[in-house]
């Protein structure tokens, strides 16, 4: 069995490290014209964590990011209205990992080549259309100006946001939905908090400030690379001049700042002071897509952000194209058809994904602090009095169990919590 991999990020990749351990042949095209460790911050939760360790890259992931022990969410005033224990902490049996995009991808991309061959991936092809027949799918490519022809058995869309195949199935969609919210993000050393292993999200609806450490710094433990993000609704109704999906135009400070100064009072960062810290910072406008009715067709299918992009709360879009990718190879290994293993497959990850696309636009997990933001927009002396442990558990352990991370057993209660 071939099968053809359109993208190489890190749902591509992953796909690519199971169905070859599932000893299926693959061959990955890639529109850039090289595979680059670009982003920032991610988190990679325990359950994706536990089949990058079948992989074989527990260590790896060790060496390039952050154990994350703790989770807070606080309001602006920087009031913990929830805080939890995480990975290994929480009583998971692997790790929760805060980590750099681009670390991530290249330590994925390293095992792609050291095991499949350094031709596996063709650079500067991208994947424009495709057509099956009863025993093949025929993906045409464009190279280099050149129209060229690849055959395999079935053909896996992991190319993103604004995915060729997917727009060849729903030729109709058009493009993604922003929701009038804008992200800034940016990573830089800064001095290390607590124990160095602790995330922070503080602030409800007009604005939200995301702190936490992705990396060691080998030349001074007493520091880390430091993720920051803003999410926040700007007064216009257009996003400026953006293309929706487009992940790296650089921000600009004048745009930012006004979200984060004199609003939040955080006593472990001054937000304003870490951005300008940066240097260059990126800006997103937030947006993704309508769940589909079906993702698989015949010889053909979908995964990761081509599949079900969603809002980036929860820490989960990553981790989900994981989860994509070793449900797909599972499939493939135990049934003799394509077609049955790609319809099981998305009978199994399709539904899942939807209902946590819809619960990332209501604010996932976060939506703990807009729920005590709302009832004391200007800070409580009890949180107890706000919201109850219990509401603002259902809200947290919901999400978790929705989107497949919750510990059998976890811990995490603590000052701040009940």
Not at 36 to 52: K, Q, S
Not at 54 to 78: P, S, V, W
Not at 295 to 314: C, E, I, K, N, Q
């Amino acid at each position: 069995m071939k099968a053809l991999i359109a993208g190489a990020g890190i749902g591509g990749l992953t796909t690519a490290l199971f169905l070859h351990r599932a000893g299926i042949e693959v061959e990955i095209f890639e529109r850039t014209d090289a595979v680059r460790e670009l982003g920032v911050g991610i988190n990679m939760l325990p359950h994706a964590v536990g089949l990058l360790t079948k992989l074989g890259l527990l260590d790896a992931l060790d060496a390039a990011g952050i154990r994350t022990r703790e989770l807070i969410y606080a309001n602006r005033f920087g009031q913990i209205v929830w805080r939890e224990l995480r990975g290994i902490d929480a009583g998971h049996a692997v790790p929760q990992f805060s980590i750099h995009r681009g670390r991530l991808l290249g330590l994925i991309h390293r095992a792609v080549i050291d095991r499949l061959g350094q031709n596996v991936i063709r650079t500067g092809c991208s994947v424009m259309g495709f057509e099956q027949d009863g025993s093949k799918v025929t993906a045409f490519l464009s190279e280099a100006g050149r129209t060229l022809q690849a055959r395999g058995d079935l053909l896996i869309g992991a190319d993103g946001i604004h995915s060729k195949v997917r727009a060849k199935l729903y030729p109709d969609e058009g493009s993604p939905i922003w929701n009038g919210v804008m992200l800034w993000r940016g990573a830089t050393r800064w001095p290390q908090w607590q124990d160095g292993r602790t995330m922070a999200i503080a602030g409800g609806n007009h604005a939200k400030f995301v702190f936490y450490p992705i990396g060691n710094d080998p030349d001074d433990p007493a520091m880390r690379l430091t993720n920051w993000a803003v999410m926040a609704r700007p007064r216009e109704t257009a996003p400026r001049n953006l293309t929706l999906g487009d992940w790296s135009r650089p921000g600009e400070l004048e745009q930012v700042l006004p979200f984060v100064r004199d609003r939040f009072h955080l006593d472990y960062v001054n937000p304003t002071e870490i951005i300008r810290a940066t240097g260059v910072f990126h800006e997103y406008s937030n947006c993704d897509r309508e769940p589909l009715p079906r993702w698989s067709f015949g010889r053909v299918t979908l995964l990761g952000d081509a599949a079900h992009p969603m809002y980036p709360v929860g820490s989960n879009g990553a981790s989900q194209a994981i989860l994509d990718a070793h449900c797909l190879a599972e499939y493939l290994r135990t049934h003799g058809s394509v077609e049955v293993a790609l319809g099981a497959y998305d009978a199994e990850r399709r539904p899942a994904m939807a209902q946590i696309v819809h619960a990332n636009r209501k604010g996932g997990p976060e939506g703990v602090i807009d729920l005590v933001e709302a009832r004391a927009p200007d800070g409580f002396d009890d949180v107890e009095a706000v919201a109850s442990y219990v509401e603002r558990e259902r809200v947290v352990r919901g999400y978790a169990s929705l989107a497949g991370f919750a510990a059998d057993n976890p811990k995490g209660a603590g000052v701040g919590v009940r």
